[in-house]
């Protein structure tokens, strides 16, 4: 059955530092990635999507993430923290012709001032 | 500005009251869905909708039902509350097809049986 893994449920890094959010998929067939943002309080936005098109995927508010296939991987990163980007981040995906996307259990990043 | 609406931000039930959330998402979406989200559990899908009057069960159906009347409507029902279904309850929508598309969600609706 397919599944996400995010490892570590919570993430501290400092302002202006490296963010990097890890994503591990298990699927015979690579499917399609999302990386999602919630604020508190807040339902979830999409910070990027993979669809095949380039491995390397660049979302809103500088963040990148970068499909490994060989790794079954789909990383989530920021080069330097900003304090506005505390928030949940979540991990998930969906096999093409299926409506059933699998969300990772989220990783809460916090960023020290 | 695309939009899912959750109509109830905040709600406090008793143990055995039906309760019922509505979402109506503005952008002529096909699918539908609703989410509950705990702690430690990420999002779990409880049902979805890809059509009027069409649904499918998620991973966690048990206690919950749901109604697709209009297309911009999908509304969440539990029959009869219970303290274990106190939770964040996400709507989410997305366009067409079985497709790889985003999905949009609403501001969510957070739940509390006593």
């Known amino acids: 059955a397919q599944s996400v893994t995010q490892l570590g449920s919570h993430v501290s890094v400092s302002e202006g530092a490296l963010v990097l959010l890890r994503c591990n998929y298990s699927?015979?067939?690579?499917?399609?990635l999302f990386w999602y943002v919630q604020y508190p309080n807040q339902g979830l936005q999409l910070l990027l999507k993979?669809?095949?098109?380039?491995?390397l995927v660049k979302g809103i508010n500088g963040f990148e993430a970068e499909f490994k296939k060989s790794e079954t991987s789909f990383h989530l990163t920021k080069p330097s923290a900003h304090m506005s980007d505390a928030a949940e981040y979540f991990c998930?995906?969906?096999?093409?012709?299926?409506?059933?996307?699998?969300f990772g259990t989220g990783t809460r990043l916090k960023v020290l001032a | 500005d695309v939009k899912v609406t959750q109509s109830s931000r905040y709600l406090v039930k008793r143990t055995g009251e039906k309760v019922f959330l509505e979402c109506v998402q503005d952008?002529?979406?096909?699918?539908m869905f609703w989410y509950r989200q705990d702690p430690g559990l990420g999002l779990r899908l409880i049902y979805f909708s890809y059509d009027v009057k069409m649904k499918e069960k998620g991973d966690i159906p048990e206690g919950y039902s749901v109604s697709r009347e209009k297309k911009e409507r999908f509304s969440l029902i539990l029959e009869s509350a219970s303290t274990n279904q106190t939770s964040m309850y996400l709507c989410?929508?997305?366009?067409?097809?079985?497709?790889?598309?985003?999905?949009?969600f609403g501001e969510g609706s957070r739940l509390t049986v006593l």
């Open positions: 998930a995906a969906v096999r093409s012709g299926t409506y059933k996307y699998i």
């Open positions: 989410a929508s997305s366009e067409g097809g079985k497709n790889t598309g985003e999905l949009f």
């Open positions: 699927s015979s067939v690579p499917p399609y």
């Open positions: 952008m002529d979406h096909e699918n």
């Open positions: 993979y669809t095949s098109a380039a491995t």
